[in-house]
């Protein structure tokens, strides 16, 4: 499967997936029609001035590495033109004196996810006007249909108290406007606090933002954009947002124990984001779905930046082989194997053949099936 020609030009030039016009909008005003069956999921990402909202939404959504958002302020004002069919932007992002990008009033971007999945994201900007703007005038608007809020907090705010203000005032938006929409927190730019330090100082964040969050319930990440526990982090929030996920996981177990792997994973094509996993052996690293979407993604990425399509790839030594493949439309997979007697076109046929199984499993409207031992 060869991605297409306009795919591999967004890549190319570091613009990201594929994003439709936001919500609001009339259907194909930027030449783009969100088709009927489309199951859009408002996601807000709010915080404070400076806290690394923008940056880290375009290392998940639009390709960056972590050095080039440096830059992104200074260069987003020449990309809006190329920019205009991905998203749309209430004003601009700058970047002040010590670097921090801003970003006033709201950008709006819409991205899909595993076929008729796609993601309302409101990046909304932290500077205190902006903020008492979505708690009065806004409020109806900002966090009306809400599924998830986002809340960055840099971890070496000077301003906890008002970070914290800010943040109950969200909750009481929420609570009023959507009290069913799940809460994550996390906890920004953990790489400036001393490693000895950051499990206690992020413990003691957490116990606060819970207690903060009653009667509502908040899932706490620390985070980074230098490591790969943003990866993590936004992971564990898109699994929340897909709709079929324990059918998807059922017949992922399926599909390992058939082929008789040591684990699989299922990576969302455009972001590499892990969204569904079975292991049937114990593994050592606890952060290595993370580690893979990050070096998978970079080498993407330069594979882009040369004009070659990152399609499949096979590693292996004499413990074992792993292979990453387009499986679907929208997702990749890894099978992970250890038993050397099974040779690599076998494992190859398997994904092949297990493809169309899961397409269908991605249409949210399709026929309940399960891959079926054998």
């Known amino acids: 499967m060869e991605e297409s020609d306009s795919e591999k030009k967004m890549e190319k030039e570091n613009l990201g997936p594929r994003m439709e016009p936001p919500l609001g909008e009339p259907e194909g005003s930027l030449g783009w029609v969100l088709p009927n069956t489309a199951m859009k999921k408002k996601v807000l990402l709010m915080g404070k001035s400076g806290s690394g909202k923008t940056s880290m939404r375009s290392i998940i959504f639009a390709n960056y590495i972590a050095r080039d958002t440096r830059r992104l302020g200074a260069t987003i004002l020449d990309r809006i033109h190329s920019l205009q069919i991905n998203s749309s932007l209430s004003t601009y992002s700058l970047v002040d004196s010590v670097g921090n990008t801003k970003t006033f009033d709201v950008e709006h971007s819409h991205v899909r996810f595993l076929g008729n999945l796609v993601l309302n994201l409101w990046d909304c900007g932290g500077q205190d006007t902006f903020m008492e703007n979505y708690f009065t005038s806004q409020r109806d608007n900002i966090f009306r249909n809400v599924e998830v809020l986002i809340y960055v907090f840099d971890v070496e705010s000077r301003e906890l108290e008002k970070d914290m203000h800010y943040y109950q005032s969200c909750l009481e938006a929420i609570l009023q406007n959507s009290p069913d929409a799940k809460i994550f927190c996390l906890v920004h730019k953990m790489d400036l606090v001393q490693e000895d330090q950051r499990d206690l100082i992020f413990k003691e964040r957490e116990e606060d933002l819970r207690r903060l969050s009653r009667p509502l319930e908040c899932s706490c990440f620390r985070t980074s954009i230098w490591d790969e526990t943003?990866?993590?982090?936004w992971s564990s929030i898109v699994y929340q947002?897909?709709?079929n996920v324990q059918q998807l996981?059922?017949?992922l177990r399926n599909f390992a124990e058939i082929i008789e792997a040591d684990e699989v994973l299922l990576f969302?094509?455009?972001t590499f984001l892990v969204i569904s996993h079975y292991q049937c052996k114990e593994q050592r690293d606890a952060h290595r779905f993370e580690k893979i979407s990050n070096i998978i993604k970079q080498f993407k990425l330069s594979c882009s930046k040369l004009a070659a399509s990152f399609q499949s790839m096979e590693v292996r030594n004499s413990n074992f082989a792993a292979f990453i493949d387009i499986f679907t439309s929208n997702t990749y997979v890894m099978v992970v194997m250890s038993d050397p007697s099974i040779p690599s076109a076998a494992t190859l046929i398997n994904i092949r053949n297990a493809r169309k199984h899961f397409?269908?499993?991605?249409?949210?409207?399709?026929?309940k099936q399960c891959l079926?031992?054998?």
């Open 230 to 233: 943003l990866y993590k982090a």
């Open 241 to 243: 947002l897909i709709p």
């Open 249 to 251: 996981e059922m017949n």
């Open 268 to 270: 969302e094509r455009a």
């Open 359 to 367: 397409e269908k499993l991605e249409r949210v409207d399709g026929p």
């Open 372 to 374: 079926l031992m054998r």
